[in-house]
Structures are given as structure tokens and as C-alpha cells.
């Protein structure tokens, strides 16, 4: 009697450990759009137009989860790429920095803030720019993550807030940049508030978020977005096998 009750408390621990492991999102790709010039202006060179804009956080990132090792970890699309519009950086771009950040999503538990202006310079961020983005007609904005490996219970964070009335932006997400998922549509006001959206609890490889603006009745800005997700550590893994070889043990010896 006290080995199967001791093997039901070594399977319960195992659970409980992979539950435990599961349960803190890895930020996988954030941006706070701080490489840009300055308002108005799309390009991280004041040389060239950028309509595409690598991350510049992650916790995947090996250094202060911040800075150039960012970048393999995800990328803003607006060049029409994945489902983005083609928006002509050195034109009149429909999606383009502003001035100033947002508070919304700036800190995160654990995580350096955004607008860790110390962090990107060391790494080599040529501006850095209190920033944040805004839509002055329909678009569509893509999002990628890519960390290298499966992940699961994907999440997108951001902060946003309007000039004046209200606005709409639609969320949707897919594994293959191709085929999306039917929009949730989130409202944005004149407070500054975080968002946060549920992208599916499915394992993939990656994650696609298009981010479709209408302004009409209010310019949104958009700030502190992030794409996080959550794979089992190895060693709750083991317990996990552990655990259900001893609730087979006390299966096998009860039968």
C-alpha cells in the first residue's frame, strides 16, 4: 500500500511538473519599433526605405534577450509578403512610425522592458527612437516568429490606443503564411491599453500574425507588440515518463 501510494505521488508531481514547465510563455519575437529614424519616416539607415523590420527582442535572443540576435527570431512584414499590403516606404506609406511610446505591454515579468535603450545600442542598433506605429489608411501588417523549433499555446500581446474616437484591427494567424484564420477583431481607444489574443494551442514551427488596420474613424497606434509561446521543458518531460511508468507499476500490480 505505501509503494502505490508513493508511485501516485511520483505520477502526480510528474504532471504537475509538465503543467508547471508548459505554463510560462517564451517571448519568441517583440518589436518596439525603436530602430526606425524618426517619425515618418520608414527606414533603420536614413539611406534606404525598409518596409520589412526585423525583431529586436526575444528570450531566445542569448544576450539581454534584446538587440541584434533578435532579429532570427522574427520579422514585421509591410513589402506584400505573407498576406502584408506592399507599402511604399519612400511614398506615402500607409503604415508608418510616430512619435513617441506607448505604456501598454512596455514591461513583462521577467523580461527586459521595452525601449531598453542601453540594451540595443551596446548591440548595435544604429537609432533608437521612442516610436511607436500608427495606420492612416487600411492595411495589412504581418508579424512572423520564428524560433527554430516546435512551440505551442501561441499568444500576441501589443499596446494600442487611437488619437481620437475608435478603430478596429483584426487578428489573424497561420503556421504557413498562406492559409489565416478568420479574424478576432479588437477594438482600440483613446486609453492605452494592452491586448492580448490567443493564437491557437496547436505545435508548429513557427507563426504568422496579420494585423489588418481600419482607421476610419480613428488613427490607431500600435506599440510593444510580442508573439510568445510555451514548449515542455525537457527534464518535466522526463518526469512525465517517469510518472507513467509507475501509475503502469500500480495498474499492473493491482490487477
Known amino acids: 500500500m505505501k ?47 525598409a518596409n520589412t523590420l526585423s525583431a529586436n527582442y ?9 538587440g541584434a540576435e533578435s532579429a532570427a527570431f522574427g520579422t514585421m512584414y509591410i513589402d506584400g509578403s505573407f498576406g502584408s499590403s506592399s507599402v511604399d516606404p519612400l511614398g506615402s506609406p500607409e503604415f508608418l ?16 522592458p521595452f525601449d531598453s535603450s542601453t540594451i540595443l545600442v551596446a548591440e548595435g542598433q544604429a537609432f533608437f527612437n521612442l516610436l511607436s506605429m500608427t ?23 501589443f499596446g494600442a490606443k487611437t488619437a481620437s474616437g475608435s478603430s ?20 482600440i481607444t483613446t486609453v492605452d491599453s494592452p491586448f492580448l489574443v490567443p ?28 508573439i510568445s509561446g510555451t514548449v515542455p521543458e525537457p527534464t518535466s518531460l522526463v518526469l512525465l515518463g517517469f510518472g507513467l511508468v509507475g501509475l503502469g507499476l500500480v495498474r499492473r500490480k493491482s490487477a
Not at 58 to 66: C, F
Not at 174 to 183: A, E, K
Open 97 to 112: 512610425p510616430s512619435s513617441g511610446s506607448l505604456a501598454s505591454e512596455l514591461t513583462r515579468p521577467g523580461l527586459n
Open 168 to 187: 478596429t484591427v483584426g487578428v489573424s494567424f497561420s503556421t504557413d503564411g498562406i492559409t489565416y484564420s478568420s479574424p478576432v477583431v479588437q477594438t
Open 199 to 226: 493564437l491557437g494551442a496547436a505545435s508548429s514551427a513557427g507563426m504568422f500574425v496579420r494585423l489588418s488596420f481600419s482607421p476610419a474613424n480613428g488613427q490607431p497606434f500600435l506599440d510593444n507588440l510580442s
Open 3 to 49: 509503494m502505490r501510494s508513493l508511485l501516485i505521488g511520483v505520477a502526480t508531481c510528474a504532471a504537475s511538473a509538465v503543467l508547471a514547465g508548459s505554463a510560462h510563455a517564451t517571448m519568441i519575437a517583440g518589436w518596439d519599433f525603436s530602430q526606425y529614424v524618426g517619425a515618418g519616416v520608414l527606414s533603420t539607415d536614413g539611406a534606404s526605405g
Open 58 to 66: 526575444s528570450n531566445l535572443d542569448p544576450t539581454n534577450g534584446a
Open 135 to 157: 495606420a492612416l489608411a487600411p492595411v495589412n501588417v504581418v508579424f512572423r516568429a520564428t524560433p527554430g523549433a516546435n512551440y505551442k499555446d501561441w499568444e500576441l500581446r
